[in-house]
Each structure stands twice: as structure tokens, then as C-alpha cells.
T-cell receptor, first 117, second 113 residues
């Protein structure tokens, strides 16, 4: 099973709302990722968690707050977003972060389509 | 630094004809390269990957890619296009010694009946 699930599928929120995106995997992967994808563009890396610790933050604004409560679950908390934050948010996981020169395939979820009004 | 360049933003083929999607890479080290496919309003699905084993890599749905170091290329091919192949295709390189991916700009494949 190589499934990564994401909820909700669609989310519409106002600029003053607080909402959360959820990502789950049960493959025993220890690395999890958040990407943002604008229309007709490739995904852009936002955050990387390795063994439940944040290891990469690609200079993402603080209105996005990631959380990794356990090895299977990854959340992205949203607060005071702007209309330009509207995008497809993709979660991915991999066995590890390919340390020591290795490479671990990333498996993606279907994404959450976020619209900020 | 590692990066990939997808040479065509849009490729259009007729059903049953061959598909060629081109990707060139730049890397100081021996790279790990991937092709992912994204159907409209969907997540990304792994088609195939190269990690310094066989240079000709076979993937799902009849796709394959050949790693050519002398040409710094990793082109994706399929002998016969199917309507269901219409999608966006991304060539990806892994940043050395971690697992962080760098995506090409994508190639949109259109398949005509």
C-alpha cells in the first residue's frame, strides 16, 4: 500500500479564518513533506519533517504552521491567509530522507484545493 | 546545484503514435532522477526513477526513460500514446544527500483521437 491521504479535498476560507489541512500515511515512512502548487506550475517545497522533527522550512510565511503529532500524521495549520495563498497543497511521504547518499521515493497524496476569499 | 530543464512546455500527439518528453539535468554529482505524472486536479504519481542502476528504466503504463550521462538527458518515451496519457509530466532531480526534490517546469501532454 503506497497511499497518502489528505483531508479535506477542498477548502474555502476567509482571510480571518483558522483552518487545518491533514495528511496521513500508514506505510511506516519517517519523512513527510508539504508542497504548494499554483495552477500550471510545478510543486514548491514548503516544509520537511524527518522523524517528527522539522528539518526544512523553505522560508514559508508564519501564517502557515506545520505540525507532526506522530509518525503517521502531518498537519498544516492556516491562519490569516491571503488570496494569493490559494493553491493545491500536496503532502508526500518517503521511507527516509535519503541520507548517506541514498534516495527514497516520495509518494504523494491527492492534495487539498484551497481557496482564500 | 542540481536542476532539471524540460525542453517542451506542451507536446501534442495522436493516439497510437510515439511519445517523447524531453528532460535535461544539471548536477555536480551522480543524480537521482524521476518522472512523475499529474492528471487534472489530482496528486502526483510516480512513473519511474533512475538511481544509478540500469540506464534504461521501465515504468508504469508502458513508459520508459533512458539516462544518458554524455548528453545529461533523461527523456521519457512511450511507443504508443493512449487517450488516458493526457496529463502534466514532471521531471525531477533529487538534491544530493537529502531527499529534497527539484521539479522541472512540467510538460503538458495532449493526446488527439
Amino acid at each position: 500500500d503506497t497511499e497518502v491521504t489528505q483531508t479535506p479535498k477542498h477548502l474555502v476560507m476567509g482571510m480571518t479564518n483558522k483552518k487545518s489541512l491533514k495528511c496521513e500515511q500508514h506505510m511506516g515512512h519517517r519523512a513527510m513533506y508539504w508542497y504548494k502548487q499554483k495552477a500550471k506550475k510545478p510543486p514548491e517545497l514548503m516544509f520537511v519533517y524527518s522523524y517528527e522533527k522539522l528539518s526544512i522550512n523553505e522560508s514559508v510565511p508564519s501564517r502557515f504552521s506545520p505540525e507532526c503529532p506522530n509518525s503517521s500524521l502531518l498537519n498544516l495549520h492556516l491562519h490569516a491567509l491571503q488570496p494569493e495563498d490559494s493553491a493545491l497543497y500536496l503532502c508526500a511521504s518517503s521511507q527516509d530522507r535519503g541520507v548517506a547518499g541514498g534516495t527514497d521515493t516520495q509518494y504523494f497524496g491527492p492534495g487539498t484545493r484551497l481557496t482564500v476569499l | 546545484a542540481q536542476s532539471v530543464t524540460q525542453l517542451d512546455s506542451h507536446v501534442s500527439v495522436s493516439e497510437g503514435t510515439p511519445v517523447l518528453l524531453r528532460c535535461n539535468y544539471s548536477s555536480s554529482y551522480s543524480p537521482s532522477l524521476f518522472w512523475y505524472v499529474q492528471h487534472p486536479n489530482k496528486g502526483l504519481q510516480l512513473l519511474l526513477k533512475y538511481t544509478s542502476a540500469a540506464t534504461l528504466v521501465k515504468g508504469i503504463n508502458g513508459f520508459e526513460a533512458e539516462f544518458k550521462k554524455s548528453e545529461t538527458s533523461f527523456h521519457l518515451t512511450k511507443p504508443s500514446a493512449h487517450m488516458s496519457d493526457a496529463a502534466e509530466y514532471f521531471c525531477v532531480v533529487i538534491r544530493y544527500n537529502n531527499n529534497d526534490m527539484r521539479f522541472g517546469a512540467g510538460t503538458r501532454l495532449t493526446v488527439k483521437p
